[in-house]
């Protein structure tokens, strides 16, 4: 017990004590039963005699706050409400440092992370196209909890220390298969294990800028990568995107007019458009970014998941001058819970990313790292992203049908070839937060297209649909109470 | 399968398909027995024709890089070493952007991690005083393994899914009865669980500073912290420290003449030194902090762990104008592949910490933390550290006496009365590389005093020892190596 006692108080020592378990109580923090430390403990802890502890408790138990038993010592009684002390009622003026204004971005991450968690759980009727994940009920929880007790049983204490820090030497060396298989020859020790994708675009971040540099983004981008520039003082500079993925045709004149320190982009399956970039701007970019000595970010988050078209290859494989780094993650094919991410990079650049990672959190936990690599070394990835690919298909198909019949003439969209999202473009401005209100209220969310913006827009042209979430009937109902709710506007 | 396949080069389409095998295969990416994808699957990934997909396949089996089975389709075959590319021949120069030289800590977190993660696992017989951490041997892994598996039985899914940014709610509240009773009166409100106490210093480090910024630091301090400084081109201006802890009555001179934006303390067993702050320093210390509005960043990583003494109170328990942020972990006392840590901050302050937990690495799992709470929640933590404080209490014993029988005239030190670590002094100072070199080729590691000074010397004065980390009968071997290499000085 560590308790803040002041020897050279004018209050006597047992009436701090009693203080002290007073508020803790009325408080509501020490909860009902809960024990106290024993007059013995606690007078060896603070350095008090034993007699002063037994007055504080007596005074204690005659307040009527602690009552004592026999031989188990002193316990915290039940409390009226009427008797808790109101927080609000005694919340100070918080000091000047403190009054900084929180930025846009991270108040969206904020508002994001709090009423879709309750919703989620909260309504049950509520259609969820907000997610940035696949299907919960297909995550391969099962397979992966047998999994995980087999290596605490093999690994034992070894899989619970802490391990190497850019991450386990088997796992790395299966990543490279599987990058291998995508058509980028990377070796073990160019790979860096993260805490998801989102601490890779963190650890580059870090490691590539400081406050007022400029970055290239796409225009409309991954929400938590605008609001990661933002929360490190970094000014996105936009770049179109058609239906063909970044126009790099536009690049040029930005990398002279802005001198940006970074590339972001997401080529594959973009977030939140859903498109990709073709093959010769692929190859535009990857030697642009070679002319003008700017390091690209290939997000990489999804690539595996195409159900359709010819595959492309990501920058990394085109890069042969250590321009590119690669970011990506199994958050998304197996669970997000994994936290698991990686990233690949070459030359100097990797030594400084591992030495970030290590100083962000130290290590990612190597009973994770163990179990995903004994589960992916069976092949189970192979398969449950076969078995995944089928299954979104369908639902992307049965939203592009729902959409078409309930939505029709008032909305344009590309459909996808891979990914989770369907980017819907409404033809006729409509109030954002309205809009998402509204269909918040009819049983329907999504997440608002303006949250994708380097500036956002007080109006709403798109919507970002998660088409994967759910069966096929929710999502049938779904675009049906959104054709509703668009109809009334 | 993604591989860059240029439809425009001048090289044919089957010829890059060869190329781009044969590389992966010579290379050693892809590596004996590795399944080429089928020449169905490959002609449509990259939207070829078969025809040209099989001449390729053709040209590689001749080559006798591959080899086919009927019915399982292509293999990579076996190649002798003489065939493999040799990788560094190729290294190319790398960009300039790359060219940034790495920091010396950033440099010494490499150093640190790799060597000794080395050494741990090669030589069986080095005494290893160098580490971070307690006795592996004593993690509750059984336990803890069991516990995982009935939560992964119980929560299924969930247990899986994404949770809430701040950290699961029942842990936070338990967090809050832990701190409560250290004197810590902390709503769950209040907490944000961490990725192990390094990311909850990296957040408030990215909330309140700025390249350039100034912090107070006790003049030898956790490397870790100073690492994460420098990585972020944050000052450090160091304070004296003394048996009695940080010398908070140079402080107020310092506020004045450096403006610094964040004190950063180790109040209780401040690593390296091991020395507890006096009551009267921590209350005038936050006194200072609000006078002078400078946040307090208080990192209690080992608070719990005290062997005797009067146990002191946590500068957040005299804090009531919100402006200490406290940091804690459960990677010491548990085990440190849990990364659990943990951080409270009352105010404004703690909504932009949530966020950028949020954007460092979106959230940490939800598994470990409900198994942790499962586990913290029927009392084994208490039972945990009463054993803990037992075993760890008799092995400091005997490194003092082995201490005092080998190294005797040599050296000086305190006594730790918690913690982990034992700071000896040395009477003369020696060459820091030199002695290291020496201990650990006699089959002992510490860790050189010099990686926590802000300017590091090349002179030893001090090593940190952790007395926790093994049996007694180690510790006697080593403390007695140690004598040896001193006396050859």
């Known amino acids: 017990m560590r308790m803040a006692i002041d020897q050279e108080s004018s209050v006597p020592i047992y009436q701090q004590i009693v203080d002290y378990f007073s508020h803790a109580i009325l408080s509501g923090h020490f909860e009902t039963e809960l024990r106290l430390p024993s007059i013995r403990k606690l007078s060896s802890d603070l350095g008090v005699s034993k007699i002063t502890v037994e007055n504080a408790y007596a005074?204690?138990?005659?307040?009527?706050?602690?009552?004592?038993?026999?031989?188990?010592?002193?316990?915290?009684?039940?409390?009226?409400?009427?008797?808790?002390?109101?927080?609000?009622?005694?919340?100070?003026?918080?000091?000047?440092?403190?009054?900084?204004?929180?930025?846009?971005?991270?108040?969206?991450?904020?508002?994001?992370?709090?009423?879709?968690?309750?919703?989620?759980?909260?309504?049950?009727?509520?259609?969820?196209?907000?997610?940035?994940?696949?299907?919960?009920?297909?995550?391969?929880?099962?397979?992966?909890?047998?999994?995980?007790?087999?290596?605490?049983?093999?690994?034992?204490?070894?899989?619970?220390?802490?391990?190497?820090?850019?991450?386990?030497?088997?796992?790395?060396?299966?990543?490279?298969?599987?990058?291998?298989?995508?058509g980028m020859a990377i070796s073990s020790d160019n790979i860096l294990i993260t805490?998801?994708?989102?601490?890779?675009?963190?650890?580059?971040?870090?490691?590539?800028?400081?406050?007022?540099?400029?970055?290239?983004?796409?225009?409309t981008t991954y929400n938590g990568a605008l609001g990661l520039f933002e929360a490190l003082h970094i000014n996105p500079i936009g770049i179109a995107v058609d239906d063909q993925g970044m126009c790099v045709e536009q690049l040029e004149p930005l990398l002279q007019t802005y001198h940006p320190k970074l590339i972001y982009t997401i080529p594959t399956f973009q977030n939140p458009s859903g498109v990709c970039m073709n093959g010769s701007r692929r190859r535009m970019l990857v030697e642009l970014s070679r002319r003008y000595n700017v390091p690209i970010l290939e997000d990489d988050y999804i690539g595996d998941l195409r159900y359709e078209g010819v595959a492309l290859p990501p920058l990394k494989s085109i890069d042969t001058a250590g321009n590119v780094i690669y970011v990506s993650t199994f958050s998304k094919i197996l669970m997000p819970d994994l936290r698991i991410g990686f990233l690949a990079?070459?030359?100097?650049?990797?030594?400084?990313?591992?030495?970030?990672k290590c100083l962000n959190d130290l290590a990612t936990p190597n009973l994770s790292q163990r179990s995903l690599n004994a589960y992916l070394s069976v092949g189970s990835y192979q398969s449950h992203l076969r078995k995944l690919t089928r299954i979104y298909k369908k639902r992307r198909d049965v939203m592009v049908g729902a959409i078409t019949k309930y939505l029709g003439s008032q909305v344009e969209f590309q459909i996808p070839q891979g990914g989770l999202f369907l980017w819907l473009s409404l033809k006729r401005p409509l109030p954002a937060e309205e809009l998402f209100k509204r269909c918040f209220e009819e049983g329907v969310s999504y997440v608002p297209g303006n949250r994708y913006l380097i500036d956002k827009s007080d109006y709403e042209h798109n919507l970002r649909l998660n088409f994967a979430y759910q069966p096929e009937e929710a999502i049938y109902k779904g675009i049906e109470r959104i054709g509703k709710v668009l109809g009334s506007f």
Chains 1, 2 share one sequence.
């Open 59 to 182: 005074r204690l138990e005659a307040e009527g706050l602690v009552g004592s038993r026999v031989g188990s010592g002193t316990f915290v009684l039940p409390i009226y409400d009427t008797q808790l002390i109101d927080g609000a009622e005694e919340s100070p003026t918080w000091p000047v440092w403190q009054q900084q204004p929180i930025t846009s971005f991270q108040r969206t991450v904020l508002e994001n992370a709090y009423p879709l968690a309750g919703a989620s759980i909260g309504a049950q009727d509520t259609i969820n196209f907000s997610s940035g994940i696949g299907d919960p009920n297909l995550f391969p929880v099962n397979d992966f909890g047998r999994v995980m007790q087999r290596i605490i049983r093999r690994d034992g204490v070894e899989g619970l220390s802490y391990g190497e820090f850019n991450g386990y030497l088997p796992l790395r060396r299966t990543i490279c298969q599987i990058m291998a298989s995508n």
């Open 195 to 219: 805490t998801g994708s989102q601490q890779a675009i963190s650890l580059v971040a870090q490691a590539l800028l400081k406050n007022g540099d400029n970055v290239i983004v796409e225009k």
């Open 345 to 356: 990079a070459m030359g100097p650049i990797y030594d400084r990313l591992v030495s970030l």
